[in-house]
């Protein structure tokens, strides 16, 4: 391969390719990263094989296409092309017995196969054109535009669509200052949680005296429960890389890292194969574009800490150390992978870079809302309907993101709270889901953005007990370095589990709440100062859960084992059967056609069973 | 003789990075389930770095490992995702099944059971991944018949 010196090289793979993709070949996108996708691209494949027509179809197996919830997915792309997948036919909950009737009917015909298509389930309706899927009309994807539709191994797809040419624009026509001046004119902010401008992080790092620097894209993704990072990698890692050359460029690094954590396997490896990729197209490597400009990429694999992903631990770790976060300042943008300025950037802020350079610090500004610009991208999990990846522009309603395109809480059940933000964030009720979502609103409310976990808690699950889990994680997942949190954390977790367990005392409350605002003022870094915040938002917004276990000996939403008792509400029993065998000690008595009963003496409070219930009859 | 050839062949492999002691004992583990003992003390004279230091490193990150495992290594999600959705049921039966608890070996030395914070497939919560094959909407019932396929 020679490499690319020259925007008109570059435009050459992108029309050769978009030449070849509109030369009849037809492709067919299928999710292989969806539980089951894997095998559902083989047989695709197969059936290919099979029917002797290699050159007319092709089967690409491409990174999460967002609806979890409806996966494997397949898409029958529209003839206008790839590049407006959108109009195009979505297969859901596709199984490997539809491979062959896919590729005959829906690739090589015109047909379209009625049951595999989306049913909304208000209308009982079929919906043959993605875009209207509510799931995917009130998104806006910019970040995540090609994920789930490229070849995320092949360099030529992202190319295609007119990758690196923003990382051409800006070494060959634009000054490091003027890239720092056009990102923070768009006002980004860092999407990995605490929000800094982007713009004027970078600034500081170009600042920063010395000839060697860093430009780290932090993967490490530790919040339980979020995923869009791993997305992003596994389905578009070139839009990383490109966000990296742009970083890298203006501070003036000439080496970076990827920190992805080693529980993204497949992340990991899709990440190696784009940056090969990258170097033998001369987009990594020495003289980018034949430009004294030259930037390489290693990548660090994580090992298992959540709080590796704080800016100084993350060095820490690449050093070879124990990933034990310091005091700041010094910041990293002064001193430090290896004493040298560091710029650190998630994966999201990445990804968006080259949009904004392509298309203009005024385009980014227009979407979101003043102080809140662009696009944030969230993982729906938890009690939602459309478990899943979205994206939205800041300043939409959590109430658009969690009922609009997440469908609200699944199984007919009530909502009851969003938990934002991960172990460093807070729990919202429904009363607050008018909030617009962004940085500041949602401190306000009592939460954070956070990284873009969005888990939905309905009426079954206790919020005390979601604090203790919360406080438990921070506690296990502490470095151990400062008292506060080392300490404090644990004496916090002993309380909460007294109190779940009905031994709680008067006065626990206030005690809980003393001790998490010490916490909070004397950790050492976010994880301690941010751990009490699950702890402080339950008891401002549930304090009355917390009462009813402390003084009534009550869980009210019948989750904490020692304050329950399992029992079949008779009215609700549909005699449907589906608990029986999702018990498993055989604790629940009886057989389908007749209303059930629950054995105590057997029963283990497992939640099986009220989890397999549809009709919310197991209280 | 063998732990001393894989040392050296992964060192010179990782080329000119000056961090080298993270990624060699990742590929230690990888190639033997987890960091034997021996290898240690290789490793220190390797990279001239203290066996003291060594295991400072190995005992602070989850993912290292001081004893082999058995046979199949089941990981069962905490995740939040996977906790909301009933994820303790399905640990609760799973060391229920097999008599042991977070981070033991059966006697039979087949399975080792860990618990582990978010995998990143919480659409499907909850998960059990056995190896390398990942379970999703598992259930504490379901999750005891996974285990039937791995003897
Ligand atoms: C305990 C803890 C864990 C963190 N984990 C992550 C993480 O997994 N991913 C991430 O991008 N940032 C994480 N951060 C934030 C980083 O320290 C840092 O602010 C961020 O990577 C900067 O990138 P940005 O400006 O692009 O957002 C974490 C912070 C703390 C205190
Ligand atoms: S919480 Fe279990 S996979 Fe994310």
């Known amino acids: 391969m020679n490499k690319i010196t020259s925007i008109e090289q570059l435009e050459k793979i992108q029309q050769e390719k978009q030449a070849l993709w509109s030369s009849g070949i037809k492709l067919v996108p299928v999710c292989g990263v969806c539980i089951g996708g894997q095998k559902l691209a083989q047989a695709m494949r197969d059936e290919v094989t099979r029917q002797n027509i290699a050159d007319k179809v092709q089967i690409v197996e491409t990174g999460c296409q967002g609806f979890c919830k409806m996966g494997p997915l397949v898409n029958i792309l529209p003839p206008e092309g790839i590049s407006q997948w959108q109009n195009g036919t979505l297969y859901t909950k596709v199984k490997v017995e539809d491979a062959a009737e896919i590729i005959s009917k829906s690739v090589m015909g015109p047909e379209v196969i009625e049951r595999l298509l989306y049913k909304n389930a208000k209308t009982n309706q079929r919906i043959p054109v993605i875009k209207d899927i509510p799931f995917y009309s009130k998104q806006s994807k910019y970040v995540l535009e090609r994920c789930g539709v490229i070849n995320p191994d092949d360099i030529t797809d992202y190319i295609a669509w007119g990758g690196y040419q923003a990382a051409h624009k800006i070494i060959k026509t634009m000054t490091p200052e003027t890239v720092i001046g056009e990102v923070t004119q768009s006002g980004i902010r860092g999407r990995g949680g605490a929000g800094f401008p982007t713009g004027i992080k970078w600034k500081f790092c170009r600042q920063s005296p010395g000839p060697d620097k860093f430009m780290i894209c932090n993967a490490d993704e530790g919040d339980p429960g979020a995923f869009m990072d791993r997305a992003v990698l596994e389905g578009d890692p070139h839009s990383v890389l490109e966000g990296m050359i742009i970083g890298a460029y203006a501070i003036g690094a000439n080496y970076g890292y990827v920190y992805v954590r080693a529980e993204y396997p497949l992340a990991v490896k899709r990440v190696r194969q784009a940056i090969k990729q990258a170097k033998e197209y001369g987009l990594l490597g020495n003289n980018i574009f034949g430009s004294d400009f030259s930037f390489d990429i290693g990548i660090k694999m994580g090992a298992g800490a959540f709080v590796c992903g704080e800016e100084t631990a993350l060095i820490s770790s690449i050093e070879d150390r124990r990933g034990m976060p310091r005091p700041r300042p010094p910041f990293p943008v002064a001193v430090g992978l290896r004493g040298k300025p560091t710029c650190i950037n998630n994966v999201e802020t990445l990804a968006n870079l080259a949009n904004i350079i392509n298309k203009g610090a005024k385009w980014y500004t227009g979407i979101g809302t003043e102080k809140n610009y662009g696009t944030k991208v969230f993982s729906l999990a938890g009690a939602v309907r459309n478990v899943g990846l979205v994206e939205v522009p800041l300043g939409a309603t959590l109430q658009e993101l969690i009922f609009d395109i997440g469908g609200g809480a699944e199984k007919g059940r009530k909502f009851k709270a969003v938990q934002l933000g991960g172990p460093s964030g807070g729990c919202l009720p429904e009363k607050l889901l008018d909030i617009k979502i962004g940085y500041d609103s949602l401190i306000q409310a009592g939460a954070i953005m956070g990284s873009g976990g969005v888990i939905v808690i309905d009426n079954k699950s206790c919020m005390v007990e979601v604090a203790r889990y919360f406080t438990s994680f921070c506690q296990k997942e502490s470095c151990g370095k400062c008292t506060p949190c080392r300490i404090g954390l644990m004496r916090m977790k002993e309380l909460l589990e007294r109190i779940t367990s009905g031994e709680g005392q008067k006065g626990d409350i206030e005690l809980l709440i003393e001790l998490a605002n010490s916490i909070k003022d004397t950790s050492l870094c976010g994880l301690g100062q941010t751990a009490p915040n699950p702890v402080l938002s339950t008891i401002r917004q549930f304090r009355h859960e917390y009462e009813a276990h402390i003084r009534e000996k009550e869980c009210p939403a019948h989750y904490c084992k020692p304050l329950v008792k399992f029992m079949v509400d008779t009215d609700k029993c549909k005699a449907c059967g589906q608990c029986i065998p999702a018990c498993p000690v055989e604790a629940v008595k009886g057989k389908k056609g007749e209303k059930v009963t629950i054995d105590v003496t057997l029963c283990t409070k497992c939640r099986s069973c009220i989890e397999a219930c549809p009709f919310d009859a197991i209280v | ?151």
Do not use: W
């Not at chain 2, 004279?45 to 190995?58: C, F, W």
């Open chain 2, 1 to 151: 003789m063998e732990y001393k050839s894989f040392i050296s062949d992964t060192i010179a492999q990782l080329g000119e990075e000056p961090n080298k002691l993270i990624p060699l004992l990742q590929q230690v583990q990888e190639k033997y389930g987890f960091i034997p003992e021996e290898t240690v003390d290789i490793i220190a004279q390797n990279l001239n770095l203290s066996a003291n230091r060594i295991y400072g490193v190995m005992t602070f990150y989850a993912q290292f490992k001081l004893k082999p495992c058995g046979k199949h290594l089941i990981r069962v999600c905490e995740g939040t995702a996977c906790h909301i959705k009933g994820a303790e049921g399905v640990y609760e039966s799973i060391s229920g099944k097999l008599g042991i608890h977070e981070g033991e070996t059966t006697a039979d030395d087949n399975f080792t059971l860990e618990r582990v914070p978010c995998v990143g497939c919480c659409h499907s919560a909850p998960i059990v991944v056995v190896d390398s094959d990942y379970h999703g909407n598992t259930s504490a019932n379901m999750a005891k018949g996974i285990l039937e396929n791995y003897k």
